[in-house]
């Protein structure tokens, strides 16, 4: 199943470095790779400020990444709720909140989610 991500690059301070080259919001995936070179996602996130400083704060926690920019706030949450469906990944237990003072819902389920 494809992701529409970027990557994998390695979660590691140079890899992030390298892949994302200013502050930008978006999504990620943190995983590894199977034996046949296929992604295997184990937690997806986002950041609707700085993926790099978000990344950075998960070295040590996964072997790769793969990531997407989004242009505003709205889509970052939004396309965090797809991979969260979409891949049911082991390490996200919870639905993603969504990002306060909004009251978006989820595009897939119609979640109102706010922890």
Not at 67 to 90: G, Q, S, V
Not at 98 to 106: M, Q, S
């Amino acid at each position: 199943m494809k992701s529409g991500l970027k990557g994998p690059y390695r979660l590691t301070a140079d890899g992030i470095d390298a892949a994302i080259l200013e502050a930008e919001k978006g999504v990620f995936a943190l995983g590894h790779e199977d034996y046949e070179g296929r992604f295997r996602i184990a937690h997806v996130g986002r950041s609707d400020l700085d993926l790099r400083k978000a990344l950075r704060e998960l070295i040590g926690t996964s072997a790769s990444f793969k990531y997407l920019e989004t242009p505003n706030d709205r889509e970052t949450f939004e396309a965090h709720c797809e991979l969260f469906h979409k891949f049911k990944p082991p390490g996200n237990h919870l639905h993603p909140d969504r990002p306060k003072g909004t009251n978006w819902v989820c595009p897939r389920c119609m979640a109102l989610q706010n922890r």
